[in-house]
């Protein structure tokens, strides 16, 4: 593959290395890269635009002096702006919108030294835990084509996975960076809210449960780029306090015993798959053995509540961007712009008023207050990061029947006679019982992630999740980078 064949075996700082060292140079890295996407991709529909003739013009030229000079990367086609590019967000109505500016978050991975080589898909406005947008069709899970890579930054992890890039870009307001990594055996970190800048467009994305970071095969590679892009922007809502020392630090320094309270049931009061749950008994060993307090134990959050409360949110936003999509249209929007389950989310958005909405919110302060209660006597919280391995491309599409009687409600407009029977909230659960354990961190704020340690009997990725206090990313990189020790995972690629 070029001059430099074993390009898919290093990691985004072991490339920059590299480059650092002259052992290859940034366009020997680049057109490896590009190799690799060319020959992948067709098959797995990760990536759904390149920039190849951009990220060719930055190998030749003066790359920043930043961590990863020279290391190629994508970017989640959703929030993270590159001007002069399309920004679909997986939406047709934007399929030749092109943003004239740089989001700040671009701007400071650009500083880092990455090349851009292309964005990736995600499902419509980054709503589905599945990427299988109408737009540019289905990711493929690299593992097994059969499978989906979860989402909504499923396009991201299936192109770390298949060796396309060592690193892409994900935003998580609900799992979307936890469960792809999950899915795709990749290391995923949310950081903690206002870890990560929105701006120069939004404040707080999703009510400041949406954060912004990459997804990665190594835990280093993670928390480098989150020293590299964390901190304020100009205009932030609010400032988090910064790290103690370089993330990139704590990966390398023990992380002391820790007391660590894990489950394996899910907080819907549904059944959890036994590979997510013998996921979760497997680490909880790993990590005894590894001279921390292991023991069962759940903070007092009502589950069904804390659904309810992020399905308020999710609706209510979805209502938005349709509404801002108007704005950048210069049109009212129609049913034709969106996919039919899109206009449905947004109808029932309109079918709360703005006092459930507040009321809603507020429940975000108490199960933040419980997880306060819960990490004076634990440090860490384990969890499976899903509660089923990956489902079948196509299995949780919409069937005929549902496809009918939703084009029906979409047409007579009846939000709010599907959300006054009790069906919206119904079907709300029953769509989030393979994804239960993920929204909790959104929104409390705190940083949570998926730890690649399991692999089912069928060969498909099984992650597990650990939550630390608010602000606390640092205790999460040092378990991280023990584990990683102690049963790494770098070199379990799929074989493509």
Not at 121 to 139: A, C, D
Not at 221 to 249: C, N
Not at 316 to 330: C, N, P, V, W
């Amino acid at each position: 593959m070029g001059a430099f064949p074993e390009y898919e075996r290093y990691d985004a700082l072991g490339l920059a290395e590299l480059v650092r060292k002259k052992e290859v140079t940034p366009e020997e890295v680049c057109e490896a890269a590009i190799s690799r996407i060319e020959k992948i991709n067709p098959g797995i529909n990760a990536v759904i635009h390149t920039m190849f003739d951009i990220g060719r013009t930055a190998a030749r030229t003066s790359l920043p002096d930043g961590p990863f000079s020279g290391a190629p990367f994508l970017i989640k086609d959703l929030l993270t702006a590159y001007a002069g590019v399309p920004m679909t967000m997986g939406c047709r109505a934007f399929r030749d919108f092109v943003p004239s500016f740089d989001s700040e978050l671009m701007r400071r991975y650009r500083a880092a030294g990455v090349v851009v080589l292309g964005k990736t898909n995600t499902p419509e406005f980054g709503l589905m835990g599945i990427t299988e947008p109408e737009l540019h069709g289905p990711t493929r899970n690299p593992w097994n084509l059969d499978y989906t890579p979860g989402g909504s930054s499923g396009g991201s992890a299936a192109a770390v996975a298949a060796g396309m890039a060592p690193m892409a870009s994900g935003g998580d307001g609900g799992g979307s960076i936890r469960i792809p990594a999950s899915y795709c055996g990749l290391f995923g970190m949310k950081p903690s809210r206002g870890r990560t800048p929105a701006g120069p467009e939004f404040g707080e994305i999703w009510q400041g449960a949406a954060v912004e970071h990459v997804i990665t095969r190594s835990v280093r590679d993670s928390a480098a780029m989150l020293d590299a892009v964390q901190g304020a922007d100009a205009g932030a809502p609010y400032v988090i306090q910064k790290p103690e020392r370089p993330y990139l630090e704590e990966v390398k320094r023990p992380p002391g015993k820790l007391r660590i309270g894990f489950t394996r049931k899910t907080p819907l009061n549904a059944g959890v798959h036994p590979e997510c749950a013998k996921a979760v008994e497997n680490a909880a060993r790993l990590l005894e053995n590894l001279g921390h307090a292991v023991e069962e134990a759940e903070p007092a959050i009502d589950g069904i509540n804390l659904a309810r409360s992020y399905f308020t949110m999710y609706y209510g936003e979805i209502a938005a961007d349709i509404a801002q999509m108007g704005k950048i249209l210069g049109r009212k929007p129609t049913r034709a712009d969106v996919e039919g389950t899109t206009w449905l989310l947004s109808m029932l958005g309109k079918a709360f008023t703005a006092g459930e909405f507040v009321l809603s919110m507020r429940q975000w302060n108490a199960f933040a207050r419980q997880m306060g209660l819960f990490h004076e006597k634990y440090d860490i919280y384990l969890t499976p990061t899903t509660a089923c391995p990956p489902a079948r491309i196509g299995e949780l599409k919409p069937k005929p029947l549902e496809e009918t009687v939703m084009k029906i409600v979409n047409s007579l407009g009846l939000g709010r006679l599907v959300r006054s029977s009790g069906l919206a909230e119904k079907i709300a659960i029953e769509s989030l019982a393979r994804t239960p354990f993920t929204q909790l961190a959104n929104l409390t704020g705190q940083p949570a992630m998926s730890v690649p340690l399991h692999w089912t009997g069928d060969g498909l990725p099984c992650g597990v999740q650990f939550i630390a206090s608010i602000g606390d990313e640092a205790s999460l990189f040092r378990l991280a980078g023990q584990l990683e020790q102690a049963q790494s995972w770098f070199d379990k690629m799929p074989n493509l």
